[in-house]
Every structure is written in C-alpha cells, then in structure tokens.
C-alpha cells in the first residue's frame, strides 16, 4: 500500500524545492512491490522480492529545467537532494519552452487509485506456498504434452522427424504499482494497479537435432482473471510447429500478422505522430493532422480507460487526463501527441504526450465476419504468409521506409502448409496499411496496445 506518510512527504518535496530557489515544481512517488518465482525444467530455480521505490523531481529554475530522482526518500537525505538539484539546474541553459501543464488539463479525478478497477486486494494474500504452486504447476512438463496442441493449427513434424522436450524457464510473478503525483499548480492525482503474470520459454529438439523455441505470456490485473494454465501448452504448440521448415520463393504475398506481435506495424505510426519526431523532423507523418493518410475505414483509438482492464491510466506523466478518442478516423490523421514542452515549443495545441493504449478496432472488408481472429483471416485471403514472429530489422521514422525479417508459415486454401523462416518483408508503413484487407477482433487484452490480427495485400517478402 502507499501509506499516507509517503503522500506528505511526496508533498513536502515542492515546498523544499520552492524555499530551495525553484519556482514550479512536479514531484512523482513510485512505489513498486514484485514477488517472483523462478523455474528451470520443472524445479524452483529462484525466489526473489523486491521494493522499488523513488522519487522523481521536474524542477523549473530561472527559466531553466532539469529532472532528477532519488531514492533515499528520508527527510534529511531529501532535503540535501532537493537543494543540490536546484543548485546544478541553474548551471543549464535556459529553455523558456518548459512549463507545468495549465492546471485545467490536469486530471481531478484519479484520487485514490480505485478508479480504473485494476487494484485487487487479494494481491496481499497470496501466499509464497501459492506462488510456487502457480510457477511449479503450470509448467510445460507437467502440464501439457501432444495432446495440448490445438488440433485445427497443429502442423505434425515433417516425415521422419519427431521431438522432445530439452528445456523450459518459467516465471511467476505478482506484483502492486503506486505512482502518486504533485505540482505546485495544485496537481494531485494517483494510479494504483496489481499485476498478475507468468510466462515459459522452452526448446525442443527435434530427431534430427534442430532446436526449437516457443514463448508465451498470459496476465492480468485481477487474480480471478488470470489464467496460467494456457501458457505451457501455447508455448509449446509455438516450438512444436517450427519443426521442418521450408524456404519460400521471393515475390508478393498476402501477409496475415498474428495479434501476438502486429503492433510492430502500429509502432511507427504512433512514434511518426509523436510531436518530438516531427520538431525534430523525423517523422512521415508532418502536416498530415485532419488529412486522409490511412484506408477509408480504419479507425485507431486511444482507450486508457476501460475499467478492469490492464494498462489502463488516468493521466500522463505529467498529470495530464487522458481520456478515451480517436487517434485515427475514418483514416483521417486526428491528433499528435503534443506535452507540455512540445507545445510551447512548436507552437501547437497541447494533447498528452503518448498514446496510453492504443486500439486497432475491426475492420472488415467483403464476406469476413465479426469476431475474426487470424483463423478467419487467413481463410479470407486464401493464400499468403502469416507471420507470427519479427527477428530484428528496423523502420525509419522520417520516411516510413521498414526491413523486418520474419519467421511464420506458409498458408495455402486458408491452411498452414509448413513454417517458413529467414525472409524479411521490406516496404514502407503508409503504402503497407494502404493494402489493408482486414483488422480481426481478437487482440490480447493482457497488452498495452491492442492490436488484433492483421491481414495485408501485396507485402513484399523476400528470402
């Protein structure tokens, strides 16, 4: 919990910052508790606690800005900080750009943590018995096996190959967040959320001896929402179907992108609209506010407040209400994401300074029904290449220019046919989404950006 005692003296800190010369001052108290369960090949590898917590001071000094943390939060020790802070921000030159937000935009009704529904109170009794028993009993070796692999996905190894289990890491963790924050224009506002979470990676080896591995991740906010028992078998249905891949001729293909990693061709757009690339002209996205980029059709938002759901917020780090709107409708370019600072210095209206949670809603084109996943996707394209994994490669953010190298499986009549690995797909973000058929329904809620399935005409693959 976030004792009342850390609140005053969070608050004490922009006084001692005010008598010490500053004349505006933000001060940020982050608490964070995580208690994790480590395993190796079904056995307790490790067990660790840990407190995190610190504070963030944004001091404003004669025209002049800096930002210093500590986290030795005693009165004394504090103090002496605050003063030395003030101290080195008047060696910095000036930026007259820098500023508190208006208080208007400030959220006032993130007042105690509860708003979002994202807290549980039964994070403090679970007990370290429990803990173990969560990490210990939902590994892959004494949880699934063959029988676990979804049937209508599942690709057998190629004739003459069979595999076995090698190795598995799993993690078990819970943990409570706090981040409480105070300006000397009246800003008070506080976020409070429990994490409940576990993942596996594992490595098969199949009979020829190639290594395979499969990942995989499930959490939630609320422990009657969290459920581990998929993760070993999804974990391993991922290895199992890498077995014996085949190359695949260069050329163009439809490109069905798994919800699990499609918000690798998100990124650029939100990173293109974030008012420090276009101030610093990096960004494919300049002058495009209320203009036409995107298909007719396409709308992305910002949700960061639905209740009950993770990685939701009230405000920014700056004590900014977030709310939830439009990003992108219709395919028209609707905002950028303008701070305090940006705002001052390119002369724009301010906004919040990133998206918090970004949505891709649906977007169905044809016959395609609702509540599409990539099942139904690949089913509508016929054939094409789904990917469900980027293995590096990078998008350059004042054209929009990308390379990605993939790993996935080739689908013929809407079917996996064998997995496909070392190819990339190159090309450019705005002319991709362009060849947009389709947006699922089946984006993971445990994420902070919900981008569903996928589904691109006209990718250029190569390998």
């Known amino acids: ?93 000036e930026d007259v750009c820098r500023d508190l937000p208006a208080p208007s935009r400030t959220a006032k009704d993130a007042i105690d943590g509860s708003e979002l529904e994202i807290y549980d109170q039964s994070w403090h009794s679970v007990t370290p018995e429990q803990r173990i028993a969560f990490a210990l009993g939902n590994c892959c070796g004494r949880s699934c096996s063959s029988a676990s692999l979804a049937p209508e996905e599942y690709v057998p190894p190629q004739p003459g190959h069979s595999w076995k289990l090698i190795s598995e890491e799993g993690e078990y963790s819970d943990s409570e967040y706090w981040n409480y924050i105070v300006d000397t224009q009246g800003t008070e506002v506080l976020h409070a959320e429990t994490s409940f979470e576990f993942f596996t990676d594992l490595t098969i080896q199949d009979s020829r001896g190639h290594k395979y591995s499969g990942g995989w991740w499930e959490a939630a906010p609320l422990l009657k929402d969290f459920h581990p028992g998929k993760v070993a078998p999804a974990a391993l249905q991922e290895a199992v179907m890498q077995i014996g891949p085949k190359r695949c001729r260069s050329g163009k293909y439809r490109a069905v992108i798994d919800s699990e990693v499609s918000q690798k061709v998100l ?164 002319d991709l989404w362009s060849h947009l058929i389709a947006a699922g329904d089946d984006a993971r809620r445990c994420r902070a950006k919900l981008t569903p399935t996928l589904a691109f005409d006209n990718v250029d693959f190569s390998g």
């Open 267 to 430: 990124n650029p757009i939100l990173d293109a609209l974030n008012a420090f690339s276009i101030q610093q002209k990096n960004s494919f996205l300049t002058d495009t506010l209320g203009k036409r980029v995107f298909p007719s059709g396409l709308d992305i938002m910002d949700m960061p407040r639905i209740p009950a759901e993770a990685c939701g917020k009230m405000f920014d780090s700056e004590g900014v209400a977030t709310s939830n709107h439009y990003i992108i409708k219709d395919g028209i370019v609707q905002e950028y994401f303008v701070n305090t600072y940006m705002a001052n210095k390119l002369g724009l209206p301010p906004t919040i300074e990133d998206a918090t949670r970004p949505v891709v809603l649906p977007f169905l084109t044809g016959s395609i029904p609702p509540r599409a996943d990539r099942r139904t996707l690949m089913a509508a394209c016929g054939d094409g290449i789904l990917i469900t994994d980027f293995c590096g490669g990078n998008c350059n953010t004042a054209t929009g220019d990308f390379s990605y190298a993939i790993q996935g499986y080739r689908f013929k009549d809407g079917k996996i046919v064998h997995p496909v690995r070392e190819m990339l797909i190159t090309g450019n973000i705005v």
């Open 1 to 93: 919990m976030l004792a009342e005692e850390e609140k005053i003296l969070t608050r004490e800190c922009l006084q001692m910052a005010l008598e010490a010369g500053a004349s505006k001052a933000r001060a940020s108290l982050s608490k964070n508790t995580m208690n994790i369960v480590s395993t190796l090949d079904g056995e307790v590898d490790k067990i660790t606690g840990c407190l995190d917590r610190s504070i963030t001071l944004n001091l404003f000094v004669d025209g002049r800005y800096g930002t210093f943390s500590t986290n030795k939060l005693d009165r004394v020790s504090l103090r002496q900080f605050i003063v030395k802070a003030v101290a080195a921000t008047r060696m910095l030159a």
